[in-house]
């Protein structure tokens, strides 16, 4: 596998372990408890614990555009990590 695969593959799961640390920012595991976990485990292990935990009362503060912007650059970074892994980095001796 390629560097620039394992480069994308590492900030896809950032992207992806910040938008988990978002929505636990709004429940009582919290930003940093769901963000670590999501580092430790796999972004998808630490989104089924922030959602188990109860949200906030009170409803919380809005993030406006932050959080979808890092789901797109997180989605983004992971198709073409699955893009170069797949095709054993040969894209890149296409382009």
Excluded: E, K, Y
Aim: with cysteine.
């Amino acid at each position: 596998m390629s560097i620039l695969a394992v480069i994308f593959g590492i900030l896809s799961g950032c992207f992806l372990a910040v938008l988990v640390g978002i929505i636990g920012s709004h429940r009582r595991i919290g930003f940093g408890w769901a963000f670590l976990i999501s580092l430790i485990f796999t972004p998808f292990v630490g989104l089924i614990v922030a959602l188990l935990t109860d949200p906030l009362p009170g409803g919380g503060q809005r993030w406006g555009c932050v959080g979808t912007v890092v789901a797109i650059l997180g989605l983004l970074f992971f198709a073409a990590f699955l893009l170069l892994a797949l095709t054993g980095g040969a894209m890149l001796l296409a382009l």
